[in-house]
């Protein structure tokens, strides 16, 4: 008889559910912040979009930078947090040891808040760079184990 590790009484399962909740919340909380910009500087892509202002005419645009800041900072994260999930699945299916894996979800989590951070706030070189590869590493250390055990 096989064990199914998709339930909510494994503790891993649970902890990578955790961890991956934030993780998306976090994702669309920049796609709401990507609008929000949008809006503060009547910066939209789509003519429909615009909002016609008295004495301004405002021209569809994808050059603005504050805009395009979050917009990356989004897509990074779009880039990031499916991997990690995707894998993370596998991952969680393997039983791994519940404080190891913790460690991963807790520092890959952290990583992308991070990295948010260092983006939003133009932090210097290296800070966004060792975010980024400390998120990435944790994923590629669940891979490998994944692979290891399978």
């Not at 998709?6 to 961890?19: G, I, K, P």
């Not at 603005?64 to 993370?88: A, K, Q, Y």
Request: hydrophobic share 45%; proline share 5%.
């Amino acid at each position: 008889m096989s064990t199914f590790y998709y339930t909510a009484t494994n503790t891993v399962f649970r902890n990578f559910l955790f961890y991956v909740i934030l993780s998306i919340l976090k994702m669309m909380i920049m796609s709401l912040l990507t609008a929000a910009q949008r809006f503060r500087k009547d910066a939209f892509v789509n003519p429909e979009d615009i909002i016609p202002k008295k004495g301004k005419t405002v021209l569809p645009t994808t050059s603005d930078p504050d805009v395009e800041r979050v917009r990356r900072n989004h897509l990074n994260d779009i880039e990031n947090i499916i991997p990690f999930v995707l894998i993370g699945l596998c991952y969680a299916a393997c039983n791994p040891d519940s404080n190891v894996s913790l460690w991963h979800f807790r520092i890959f989590f952290f990583s992308r808040i991070l990295h948010t951070i260092s983006y939003q706030l133009s932090l210097p070189h290296p800070s966004r760079v060792v975010t980024f590869f400390i998120g990435l590493i944790v994923t590629v250390s669940m891979a490998i184990q994944t692979l290891v055990v399978s």
